[in-house]
């Protein structure tokens, strides 16, 4: 018998994570094809509407459904709009641990949103789920990314040299692939202690988790 995850949303003071809905294949197609995205995700570019359908019809769907992991929706809890996704995938149920990826969309930088999601979502992980390790793994000029992995407490644990392609943009307006080093990333869950709180303080937004169902 196959182990998942539970088909659950979790909410934050500003945030909704949820399962995705083909509503949202167009707010999504147009994420996908934001430069930065593009840059340093795997995702197909150009990213077409039917490369999004596909992704909330069958692909995330069955990440979960088969046990690798689970993928949400990251919305705005007032305006339901879009603001990225977060996702945990190469679960291991044994030693309970997974790695986790996230993106956001342009118009949502800057806000904290990566952070506020990705921490409600390591709290979950860990006080329900009882899980033990959270990893990422983020390229070496991906400084955004790195922020953060720091903000929610990550710990750097070395390199793994060489290991990633990402894009860059040509003088023609093409993309070409370079190779790139990948910093790894852990959390434990230990090390959330005290984390939501600060980031409350210092950036005054939401301190993780609130519900889920």
């Known amino acids: 018998m196959t182990t998942t995850f539970p088909d ?36 197909p570019h150009p990213f077409s509407s039917s490369d999004a359908a596909k992704w909330v ?37 044994r030693i309970l641990a997974a790695r986790a990826e996230y993106t956001t969309a342009p118009w949502a930088r800057g806000e904290g949103y990566a952070t506020e999601s990705m921490l409600a979502l390591a709290q979950w992980l860990f006080r329900d789920r009882k899980f033990e390790r959270l990893e990422l793994r983020t390229a ?28 860059t943009q040509t003088e023609d307006g093409g993309w070409a692939d ?11 869950p230990e090390d959330l202690e005290g984390v939501g709180e600060q980031l409350a303080d210092a950036g005054g937004y939401a301190s993780g988790y609130r519900d889920w169902r």
């Open 140 to 167: 070496a000029d991906n400084t955004a990314a790195q922020q953060v992995a720091q903000k929610i407490g990550c710990i750097s644990e070395g390199v793994l040299r060489n290991a990633w392609i990402a894009r």
């Open 57 to 93: 019809g069958r692909t995330a769907p069955a990440e979960r459904r088969e046990g690798r992991g689970i993928v949400f929706a990251v919305t705005e809890f007032l305006t339901q709009r879009l603001v990225g996704t977060v996702r945990l995938h190469d679960t291991d149920w």
């Open 8 to 43: 659950v949303s979790i909410s934050t003071e500003r945030l909704v994570l949820r399962p995705f809905e083909s509503a949202d294949v167009p707010a999504y197609t147009e994420m996908m094809n934001d430069e930065m995205v593009t840059a340093w995700t795997a995702a």
């Open 178 to 188: 370079i190779r790139t080093d990948l910093i790894v990333w852990s959390l434990l």
